[in-house]
């Protein structure tokens, strides 16, 4: 029987996020800390490749970070493998039927993205931006969803968990995208999540290029200060930690965040490549 969204389900089904995180970019956390990560009803951690008495520091104040065990390091080098653990972690540690998101550090989800997913919602739903080109029911390395916010179902997860991982540079020739009994890793999350729900099939893509931003054309971007932004929208991405206030503050003007709000300056322009215009205010 198909299930049908309900009222009840946005209390009880939880929306996981796995933010991928630096060391070196505490300010973007902070500022998802004080903004959309405060006041909305995602449950979240930070991932990262191994504790250091630096992390554990941080941890201590926020409780919110996870150490996924990676063996690889470096940016941009076996991102899979941090994928496939924080599924293993979910899975470990939630609810079955928690919809699993991995996201970035420098995504600022609007209020209603919430709900928007969740009103989506599919045991095998594959959600998010798409890139160009892509069909959303046969995805592969290329026709897939952004790793800037990707959601798939529980069900899903648990298939991309039946395969082992492996990487193509220490696990051999039998490593290949072309295999259907690993899980390759093409050292980009986004990629090869692509690749492992094309191997699974029966997938139910959601696509969501009208309502959340990327980054990759400036012509077709639109400017987040032209207020209203959030509503129209759902979500942006490459959002520094100024422009995450300006959306949490001026543009929603969410009562849970306000005690942050003095952090926060109302923009005029967002340069969607280089960031705020220096000196813009109202």
Not at 147 to 160: S, T
Not at 209 to 230: A, F, G, L, Q, W
Request: hydrophobic share 30%.
């Amino acid at each position: 029987m198909e299930e049908k969204f309900t009222e009840e389900m946005v209390q009880e089904r939880l929306i996981v996020l796995g933010i991928l995180a630096s060391y070196k970019n505490f300010d973007r956390r902070l500022a998802q800390r004080e903004t959309w990560l405060l006041s909305s009803k995602f449950k979240h951690k930070y991932m990262i490749d191994e504790w250091t008495p630096e992390w554990e520091a941080e941890n201590e104040i926020y409780g919110d970070i996870v150490s996924i065990n990676a063996t690889f390091h470096g940016y941009a080098t076996g991102f899979a493998e941090k994928l496939y653990h924080w599924y293993q972690h979910v899975k470990a540690n939630y609810p079955k039927g928690s919809i699993v998101v991995k996201t970035d550090d420098d995504f600022y989800a609007c209020e209603n993205l919430y709900e928007t997913v969740l009103e989506n919602y599919d045991p095998r739903m594959y959600f998010g931006w798409w890139h160009p080109n892509s069909e959303p029911n046969h995805p592969n390395i290329t026709s897939r969803p952004d790793a800037q916010f990707v959601a798939i179902g529980w069900e899903l997860m648990e298939q991309v968990l039946e395969k082992p991982y492996c990487h193509p540079t220490r696990d051999g020739k039998d490593c290949n995208p072309n295999n259907p009994e690993l899980r390759y890793d093409t050292n980009s999350g986004g990629n090869s999540l692509g690749s492992w729900l094309g191997h699974i099939g029966n997938i139910t893509g959601i696509r969501m290029n009208e309502r959340m931003s990327h980054t990759i054309n400036e012509k077709v971007h639109r400017d987040p200060t032209n207020h209203p932004y959030c509503g129209e929208m759902i979500s942006f991405h490459k959002a520094t930690p100024e422009l995450q206030r300006y959306l949490e503050c001026y543009d929603q003007n969410i009562e849970i965040s306000k005690k942050y709000c003095h952090k926060a300056r109302n923009m005029t322009h967002y340069n969607i490549i280089k960031g705020p215009k220096k000196g813009s205010r109202r």
